[in-house]
Every structure is written in structure tokens, then in C-alpha cells.
């Protein structure tokens, strides 16, 4: 009874109800679109990681997991650990950051790196084949709208598209390590180096190996690098997620509180004839909450479809700067908040109409 009061009072005024369902489901699709980038760019960068084929990663001192500025390692570095028992395959690579861009270039050393993972799985075109050359991902090369054998401009010059890649290798943009330092004035320097040891069982040996005499460095297996790409670990991702959710409990609250407080006021003779026909003030109540209840689930749902619209959109235009993933566990976090949301807002005018005289309401023009 209570709810087919409630549809049939939203059916009545279905202007106001639609407006504050989609009002509900923009801070729904904020959340849930943020948490799905923050989450993508790790789950982007712990792919591509795997999909290089080492064992071990020896960093810089000082670096931080997802950012890696700079070639402040000497190859040098590697001739030495190339000498260290149980080391099959060692290669240094060298980053380049876009600017205005979360992507960045690899330098590698073409031959060893392809050796490592595995070679690379070229859908169009093949290797460098020129000082011009350059080879991307699938992925970036969708975000550019070009092909093996077109041009496109990185780090303000213009290269030929030697060939186009499967996503999920080290990083969407690739050259060869010489050129890399070259164009950033980093002769003999590289950002990184990846280890491939003869047998995963001596990884451990290995990495204590390293650094006996390399104390500084942050070494790695990659299972324990790629294990570190989690939201959890970033105490400013958490952060700027719960801010996020905070705005979306604060805009579920005034945008329910405003809709139940003019539909109270729309409905002050209905309210008035329900309490003279005998409804207590918890069945007025209950009509304002069940009215807060629906549109907060109708403000989620349309929030998720919302959520999927919009990373099938950032899929087609930008899909190697911003790697959006659906994050299904988060659907019912963010029905609880918004639900939360929804029924304080819909409190105080629900008391407001549970107290409203019957005579005063029948009177109200």
C-alpha cells in the first residue's frame, strides 16, 4: 500500500522525480567513473609490467612505484650485473614522460628486450627499421587514429609508424634506447633495469645478491612489484576516493532534502486528508522515506549505466591516457552511500509533514 502511494505520487509529478534521479546519479557516476580510473591505472600499469618477462627489477634510489623521473642509473650498472651468477638476460631501459600526458616513452634495447618478453605481437607493421622509426600499442594508437606506415608526433618530432603492437608490453610507446638518449641529453644513463634469471627458483637468491653491494636500490621480484599496484597502498588515492565520497553524500542529501521538502509542500492537502482519515504520523513518515528509498535506487542504477557509458566513451577517445575499468564491488558501496544520503535528506521533511496539523493541512491552499 505504502509503495504504490509512492509510484503513484512520482508518476504524478514526473518531471520533479526524473530531475532528482539524475540528480542522484551524478555524484553515483563521479564515484564510481574515479574509482574506476584510479584502479585502471594501476591494474594498466601492473599489466604492462608482467608483460615485459623479467624476474627482477633493480630502480633507482628513491624512486617510487608508479613514478620514475630521469636516467640517473650509469649502464655501467649493467655490465656489472650481467657478471652475477644465475643471470640469463639483463637489459637497462630508459623513460621519457609526455608532457600534459600520464603516458610515457620507453627507450629499449630492441633485440633483448623483445627476447625478454617474448617478442612483441604486431597487429599491423613490424620492428624499427630507421633512426624514424617508432612503434606504439594498440591502444595509443586507436587514442591518435593512426596506422603502421602514418606519421605522428612525439616528444615534438615527427616519426614514422614502423609498427603497431598488442596492448599490455612495457609502455603504449616505444624506441630504441640509443634515440631516447639522444633527445633527453642522456648519454650512457638509463631509468631501470630487468633482470631474467635461469631458473625463478634462485630470484630470491639473486635480488640478496644485488644487494649486498647495491644497499640503496630498491630491488624487486617482479611478483612482489606488480603485487604493490593496489588502491590500498596509495594513501592518497584512499584519500581523494573518500573526499569524492563525501561529495556524493553531501549532493545526495541536499538534492533528496529539496525534493521531499517541496514535494511535502506540494502535498500538504493530500497529507492532510491521509492524517483525517486516520494515518498515524510513522505512515506519513514512511511515505517520505519510501519516496527517498526509490529515487536512490533509481539515482545508483542510473549512476552505473552511466558509469559504463562513460568508459565505453574514454575507451573510444582516450584509452591509453585514461584506462577506466568497471569496478563491480563498488555498485553496493555506492547504493549504501547514496541510500544514506537519500534518507537524511528526506528526514527532516518527513517529520515536518508527520507533524502537520490536519485541520491547518485541509485549510492550505
Not at 594508437?141 to 596492448?167: P, T, Y
Request: charged letters at 15%.
Amino acid at each position: 500500500m505504502t509503495y504504490k502511494i509512492v509510484v503513484e505520487s512520482m508518476k504524478f509529478r514526473p518531471m520533479r522525480s526524473a530531475l532528482s534521479i539524475l540528480l542522484i546519479g551524478v555524484p553515483v557516476t563521479l564515484i564510481l567513473c574515479l574509482v574506476g580510473v584510479s584502479q585502471g591505472l594501476l591494474e594498466d600499469s601492473a599489466r604492462r609490467a608482467r608483460g615485459i618477462g623479467a624476474d627482477i627489477l633493480v630502480r633507482p634510489p628513491g624512486s617510487s612505484v608508479l613514478s620514475l623521473s630521469g636516467a640517473p642509473l650509469s649502464e655501467k650498472y649493467l655490465d656489472v650485473l650481467r657478471q652475477r651468477p644465475h643471470v640469463s638476460l639483463l637489459t637497462g631501459m630508459i623513460t621519457q614522460p609526455i608532457s600534459n600526458s600520464l603516458t610515457y616513452v620507453a627507450g629499449v634495447d630492441y633485440p633483448v628486450f623483445s627476447q625478454m618478453c617474448g617478442g612483441f605481437r604486431f597487429v599491423e607493421g613490424g620492428p624499427f627499421r630507421g633512426p624514424d622509426d617508432i612503434i606504439i600499442d594498440t591502444y595509443y594508437a586507436r587514442q591518435k587514429s593512426v596506422h603502421a606506415g602514418g606519421k605522428i608526433n612525439v616528444l615534438n618530432r615527427d616519426w614514422n609508424v614502423a609498427g603497431i603492437f598488442e596492448a599490455g608490453i612495457l609502455s603504449h610507446i616505444i624506441l630504441p634506447v640509443r634515440v631516447v638518449q639522444n633527445l633527453t641529453s642522456n648519454t650512457g644513463k638509463i631509468s631501470q633495469i630487468f633482470v631474467k634469471v635461469d631458473n625463478p627458483a634462485n630470484v630470491a637468491a639473486v635480488i640478496a645478491d644485488f644487494k649486498t653491494f647495491l644497499p640503496e636500490f630498491p630491488i624487486y621480484s617482479m611478483e612482489e612489484f606488480t603485487s604493490m599496484f593496489a588502491v590500498e597502498n596509495f594513501a592518497g588515492v584512499r584519500e581523494f576516493i573518500n573526499v569524492m565520497i563525501g561529495i556524493g553524500l553531501v549532493i545526495g542529501f541536499s538534492v533528496v532534502c529539496l525534493s521531499m521538502y517541496m514535494a511535502v509542500l506540494q502535498r500538504t492537502r493530500e497529507i492532510g486528508i491521509l492524517k483525517s482519515l486516520g494515518a498515524s504520523r510513522w505512515f506519513i513518515l514512511r511515505l517520505i522515506l519510501a519516496e527517498a528509498v526509490i529515487m536512490a535506487v533509481g539515482g545508483t542504477v542510473l549512476g552505473i549505466l552511466f558509469s559504463i557509458g562513460a568508459r565505453w566513451v574514454i575507451m573510444q577517445l582516450v584509452p591509453a591516457s585514461i584506462p577506466q575499468v568497471i569496478v563491480p564491488q563498488w555498485w553496493p558501496r555506492t547504493a549504501v552511500i547514496t541510500l544514506i544520503g537519500a534518507l537524511l535528506g528526506a528526514l527532516y521533511p518527513g517529520l515536518s509533514a508527520a507533524r502537520k496539523d490536519p485541520i491547518e493541512a485541509l485549510a492550505y491552499e
